[in-house]
């Protein structure tokens, strides 16, 4: 019978008749009874389910005749009441405090606090697939990388000194080949390391003496013009050891390309 009045937005019948069930409901002691309290149950949550709907319908639509109505009652706008004075009001026929009332009325909401909406809410949200098995891979990959690096250049660097000394061995033979040959015809230094087509070459040349002379196995010294000779070392009777603990002196030689050509 008071449906319609119940489903009214503004009205409280439908609380107070929850409240009523449940003051009666402690007195229910035949089955009739707790029946009834079901069937009363069941005819408030349909309406309960109705009041919701037609809630949220007002709620997403919004009437402007409505909210303007209600800004100027607010704003102190009396409908029955003929402003005579509406020429002396600064803002026509409303109040003079009409805008500053609205202002600090609507400052209070401004002042609250931002609310956070969470994107996930109360969703139950999937587990992300796990991706450990790639980065254990591509961590694997990375050190296998960084330890071949230093690898390579350990492999590198043996490589260079290994052709170095096997460069020096060869220059050793070739001039202990020509000094067996003509042992009384001194070596030119110059004619030994230069290469008439090859300034990098050249220089590479005197890289290699340099070795010879460091490690006693050749000497230079200078002719009767200044300029050097070369010859390898000769071995005494104590031994190549002894030969080579003698005192060495090394020298720096300077050579551009244009003393070069």
């Known amino acids: 019978e008071n449906r319609e009045a119940m489903l009214n937005a503004r009205s409280n019948r439908l609380t107070e008749a929850l409240e ?4 009666l409901f402690d007195g229910v002691c035949r089955a009739r009874e707790a029946a009834l309290d079901a069937q009363f149950l069941v005819l ?8 919701a709907n037609e809630l949220h319908s007002e709620m997403s639509a919004f009437d402007s005749t409505a909210f303007a109505e209600d800004l100027l009652t607010f704003m102190g706008i009396n409908r029955t009441e003929e402003a005579d004075d509406s020429e002396d009001s600064p803002g ?3 109040p003079r405090d009409a805008w500053k009332k609205m202002g600090e009325e609507a400052l ?13 809410g109360s969703f139950k949200s999937e587990p992300p697939v796990p991706k450990q098995r790639i980065e254990r891979q591509k961590k694997a990959s990375r050190g296998k990388a960084e330890q071949a690096m230093p690898a390579q250049l350990k492999k590198m660097e043996e490589s260079h000194q290994e052709a170095t000394e096997k460069e020096v061995e060869r220059i050793l033979r070739i001039l202990q080949t020509h000094f067996e040959n003509d042992p009384d015809t001194p070596i030119s230094f110059f004619d030994f390391v230069i290469d008439p087509n090859s300034f990098a070459h050249t220089v590479e040349n005197m890289f290699h003496v340099s070795f010879l002379i460091r490690d006693g196995l050749a000497r230079i010294k200078l002719d009767e013009d200044e300029l050097p000779i070369i010859e390898p070392t000769k071995p005494s009777g104590g031994g190549e050891e002894e030969s080579r603990a003698g005192p060495r002196n090394q020298v720096i030689i300077r050579l551009d390309q244009r003393e070069w050509k």
């Not at 209070?108 to 996930?120: D, E, G, I, T, W």
């Open 92 to 94: 026509g026929f409303l």
């Open 20 to 23: 009523e069930a449940n003051a």
């Open 108 to 120: 209070k909401y401004f002042k609250r606090a931002p609310v956070f909406h969470y994107m996930l």
């Open 44 to 51: 408030a949550s349909n309406i309960g389910k109705e009041k």
